[in-house]
Protein backbone atom coordinates (compact mmCIF):
# COMPACT_ATOMS: atom_id res chain seq x y z
CA UNK A 1 0.00 0.00 0.00
CA UNK A 2 1.21 3.36 -0.81
CA UNK A 3 1.45 6.45 1.57
CA UNK A 4 -0.68 8.85 0.24
CA UNK A 5 -0.78 13.14 0.91
CA UNK A 6 -4.40 13.70 2.48
CA UNK A 7 -3.41 10.65 5.28
CA UNK A 8 -0.65 13.03 6.29
CA UNK A 9 -2.03 15.71 5.59
CA UNK A 10 -5.47 14.76 7.58
CA UNK A 11 -3.20 13.65 10.74
CA UNK A 12 -1.38 17.23 10.38
CA UNK A 13 -4.64 18.67 10.69
CA UNK A 14 -5.92 16.64 13.59
CA UNK A 15 -2.62 17.52 15.32
CA UNK A 16 -3.71 21.71 14.75
CA UNK A 17 -6.31 20.66 16.43
CA UNK A 18 -5.22 19.07 19.75
CA UNK A 19 -2.81 21.94 19.79
CA UNK A 20 -6.01 24.49 19.27
CA UNK A 21 -7.82 22.48 22.55
CA UNK A 22 -4.64 23.02 24.74
CA UNK A 23 -3.83 26.37 23.57
CA UNK A 24 -6.24 28.15 27.01
CA UNK A 25 -4.13 25.60 29.18
CA UNK A 26 -1.01 25.96 27.44
CA UNK A 27 -1.13 30.01 27.70
CA UNK A 28 -2.20 29.19 31.62
CA UNK A 29 1.02 27.41 32.47
CA UNK A 30 3.09 29.62 30.43
CA UNK A 31 1.49 32.82 32.68
CA UNK A 32 2.34 30.89 35.86
CA UNK A 33 6.37 31.66 35.39
CA UNK A 34 5.86 34.84 33.42
CA UNK A 35 4.10 35.81 36.70
CA UNK A 36 6.51 34.43 39.01
CA UNK A 37 9.62 36.15 37.00
CA UNK A 38 7.50 39.61 37.17
CA UNK A 39 7.70 39.11 41.08
CA UNK A 40 10.45 37.77 41.88
CA UNK A 41 12.31 40.51 39.76
CA UNK A 42 10.39 43.37 41.59
CA UNK A 43 11.24 42.08 44.83
CA UNK A 44 14.77 42.18 43.31
CA UNK A 45 14.92 45.74 42.04
CA UNK A 46 13.17 46.53 46.04
CA UNK A 47 16.31 44.73 47.88
CA UNK A 48 18.55 46.61 45.79
CA UNK A 49 17.77 49.91 46.86
CA UNK A 50 18.36 49.31 50.21
CA UNK A 51 21.10 50.81 51.99
CA UNK A 52 22.81 47.86 53.55
CA UNK A 53 23.66 45.77 50.36
CA UNK A 54 26.44 43.61 52.08
CA UNK A 55 23.78 42.63 55.09
CA UNK A 56 20.87 41.85 52.28
CA UNK A 57 23.29 39.58 50.19
CA UNK A 58 22.06 36.20 51.38
CA UNK A 59 18.33 37.64 50.57
CA UNK A 60 19.54 38.72 47.19
CA UNK A 61 21.68 35.70 46.67
CA UNK A 62 17.78 33.81 47.49
CA UNK A 63 16.21 35.60 45.16
CA UNK A 64 18.37 35.17 42.29
CA UNK A 65 18.19 31.55 42.43
CA UNK A 66 14.52 31.83 42.68
CA UNK A 67 14.75 33.97 39.08
CA UNK A 68 17.48 31.13 37.87
CA UNK A 69 14.29 28.07 38.82
CA UNK A 70 12.10 30.14 37.50
CA UNK A 71 13.42 30.83 34.26
CA UNK A 72 15.00 27.40 33.98
CA UNK A 73 11.11 26.37 34.59
CA UNK A 74 9.53 28.48 31.54
CA UNK A 75 12.53 27.25 29.39
CA UNK A 76 11.64 23.97 29.51
CA UNK A 77 7.66 25.25 29.38
CA UNK A 78 9.04 26.62 25.55
CA UNK A 79 11.08 24.14 24.97
CA UNK A 80 8.30 21.78 24.62
CA UNK A 81 6.41 24.04 22.27
CA UNK A 82 9.29 24.21 20.15
CA UNK A 83 9.93 20.58 19.93
CA UNK A 84 6.31 19.70 18.77
CA UNK A 85 7.38 21.06 15.48
CA UNK A 86 9.66 18.11 15.39
CA UNK A 87 7.26 15.97 15.84
CA UNK A 88 4.82 16.74 13.98
CA UNK A 89 7.31 16.50 10.42
CA UNK A 90 6.09 14.45 7.81
CA UNK A 91 9.29 12.84 6.80
CA UNK A 92 11.30 10.21 7.51
CA UNK A 93 13.90 11.34 10.58
CA UNK A 94 15.83 9.44 12.97
CA UNK A 95 13.17 9.18 16.49
CA UNK A 96 14.66 8.64 20.11
CA UNK A 97 11.78 6.72 21.43
CA UNK A 98 12.97 8.28 25.20
CA UNK A 99 13.04 11.38 24.37
CA UNK A 100 9.60 11.54 22.47
CA UNK A 101 7.91 9.78 25.21
CA UNK A 102 8.98 12.50 27.62
CA UNK A 103 8.15 14.96 24.80
CA UNK A 104 4.88 13.73 25.07
CA UNK A 105 3.99 13.52 28.28
CA UNK A 106 5.07 16.70 28.91
CA UNK A 107 3.07 18.21 26.40
CA UNK A 108 -0.21 16.72 27.50
CA UNK A 109 0.37 17.09 31.01
CA UNK A 110 -1.81 20.24 31.11
CA UNK A 111 -4.58 18.40 29.90
CA UNK A 112 -3.98 14.67 31.69
CA UNK A 113 -2.76 15.66 35.03
CA UNK A 114 -3.91 19.10 35.67
CA UNK A 115 -7.51 18.71 34.15
CA UNK A 116 -8.43 15.14 34.76
CA UNK A 117 -6.27 13.80 37.64
CA UNK A 118 -3.97 11.23 35.35
CA UNK A 119 -0.51 10.40 36.35
CA UNK A 120 1.81 9.28 33.41
CA UNK A 121 4.62 7.35 33.38
CA UNK A 122 7.06 6.59 30.73
CA UNK A 123 8.54 2.96 30.93
CA UNK A 124 12.03 2.64 28.74
CA UNK A 125 13.45 -0.93 29.60
CA UNK A 126 15.04 -2.54 28.40
CA UNK A 127 15.81 0.56 26.23
CA UNK A 128 14.03 0.96 23.27
CA UNK A 129 16.14 1.18 19.99
CA UNK A 130 16.15 4.75 17.77
CA UNK A 131 13.83 3.94 14.64
CA UNK A 132 13.64 5.67 11.19
CA UNK A 133 10.47 7.05 11.06
CA UNK A 134 7.68 9.70 10.27
CA UNK A 135 7.53 11.59 13.53
CA UNK A 136 4.21 13.09 12.64
CA UNK A 137 2.19 9.30 12.32
CA UNK A 138 3.96 8.53 15.96
CA UNK A 139 2.44 11.29 17.09
CA UNK A 140 -0.82 11.34 15.35
CA UNK A 141 -1.12 7.53 16.29
CA UNK A 142 -0.57 8.23 20.45
CA UNK A 143 -2.15 11.50 20.15
CA UNK A 144 -6.00 10.62 18.35
CA UNK A 145 -6.27 7.90 21.51
CA UNK A 146 -5.16 10.73 23.99
CA UNK A 147 -7.84 12.96 22.43
CA UNK A 148 -10.76 10.40 22.62
CA UNK A 149 -9.57 10.07 26.42
CA UNK A 150 -9.52 13.16 27.43
CA UNK A 151 -12.92 14.23 25.66
CA UNK A 152 -14.92 11.40 27.69
CA UNK A 153 -13.54 12.42 30.58
CA UNK A 154 -14.58 15.92 29.74
CA UNK A 155 -18.14 14.11 29.31
CA UNK A 156 -18.63 12.25 31.82
CA UNK A 157 -15.84 14.04 34.58
CA UNK A 158 -15.64 10.76 36.75
CA UNK A 159 -13.96 11.67 40.72
CA UNK A 160 -10.61 9.85 41.34
CA UNK A 161 -7.24 9.11 39.32
CA UNK A 162 -6.17 7.91 36.27
CA UNK A 163 -3.17 5.87 35.61
CA UNK A 164 -1.52 6.05 31.99
CA UNK A 165 1.78 4.36 31.48
CA UNK A 166 3.73 4.60 28.09
CA UNK A 167 6.54 2.14 27.02
CA UNK A 168 8.72 1.96 24.60
CA UNK A 169 10.89 -1.27 23.77
CA UNK A 170 12.38 -3.19 21.10
CA UNK A 171 10.54 -5.47 19.17
CA UNK A 172 11.43 -9.00 19.20
CA UNK A 173 12.22 -9.05 14.99
CA UNK A 174 13.74 -6.00 15.39
CA UNK A 175 12.41 -1.69 15.55
CA UNK A 176 10.15 -0.06 18.49
CA UNK A 177 7.26 -1.24 19.75
CA UNK A 178 5.01 1.07 21.85
CA UNK A 179 2.11 0.77 24.14
CA UNK A 180 0.26 2.84 25.95
CA UNK A 181 -2.59 2.02 28.69
CA UNK A 182 -4.69 3.10 31.75
CA UNK A 183 -5.35 1.78 34.84
CA UNK A 184 -8.62 3.40 36.34
CA UNK A 185 -8.48 3.42 39.99
CA UNK A 186 -12.14 4.56 40.88
CA UNK A 187 -15.39 1.95 39.87
CA UNK A 188 -17.27 4.70 37.96
CA UNK A 189 -14.15 4.69 35.00
CA UNK A 190 -15.62 1.66 34.17
CA UNK A 191 -18.26 3.18 32.32
CA UNK A 192 -15.63 5.14 30.30
CA UNK A 193 -15.45 4.37 26.95
CA UNK A 194 -15.77 6.02 23.81
CA UNK A 195 -14.85 5.69 19.64
CA UNK A 196 -11.42 6.44 18.76
CA UNK A 197 -11.86 9.15 15.57
CA UNK A 198 -10.05 8.73 12.28
CA UNK A 199 -9.49 5.05 13.39
CA UNK A 200 -9.59 3.84 9.70
CA UNK A 201 -7.33 6.43 8.45
CA UNK A 202 -5.30 5.66 11.30
CA UNK A 203 -4.90 2.13 10.47
CA UNK A 204 -4.81 3.21 6.16
CA UNK A 205 -1.99 5.53 7.35
CA UNK A 206 -0.02 2.66 10.02
CA UNK A 207 -0.28 -0.07 7.29
CA UNK A 208 1.02 2.31 4.15
CA UNK A 209 4.01 2.57 6.53
CA UNK A 210 4.11 -1.59 7.51
CA UNK A 211 3.42 -0.75 11.53
CA UNK A 212 0.85 -2.16 12.97
CA UNK A 213 -1.58 0.11 14.94
CA UNK A 214 -4.91 -0.63 17.29
CA UNK A 215 -6.23 0.92 20.06
CA UNK A 216 -9.44 0.55 21.83
CA UNK A 217 -11.16 2.98 25.12
CA UNK A 218 -13.69 0.74 26.73
CA UNK A 219 -14.71 0.02 30.40
CA UNK A 220 -12.27 3.18 31.52
CA UNK A 221 -9.58 1.32 29.98
CA UNK A 222 -7.27 3.04 27.08
CA UNK A 223 -5.45 0.44 25.13
CA UNK A 224 -3.02 1.05 22.31
CA UNK A 225 -0.51 -0.34 20.57
CA UNK A 226 1.83 0.49 17.76
CA UNK A 227 4.85 -1.48 16.14
CA UNK A 228 7.28 -0.18 14.07
CA UNK A 229 9.43 -3.07 12.56
CA UNK A 230 13.06 -1.47 11.62
CA UNK A 231 12.67 -2.19 7.99
CA UNK A 232 9.63 -0.66 7.14
CA UNK A 233 9.71 2.12 10.10
Known amino acids: MELNGPLLALAAERGRAVVGGMLNGIVHNLNNPVHALTMQTELLRNALG ?29 DVLTWRDVYVTPTRQLIDPVHFGTWLLQFWQSDLLFKHNITGTLLVEPPPPHVQAIPLALTWSLEEPLAAL ?17 EFGPLSGGGLGVRM ?17 HAPELRELTSALGWDWSAELARGVLSVSVAVPVKTA
Not at 152 to 166: M, V
Request: include cysteine.
Open 50 to 78: KDDLDGSRPNLQDKCARLERVAQDLKTQL
Open 150 to 166: VSALSDNNPQGSLALSL
Open 181 to 197: TTTPEADEFRALGAEIR
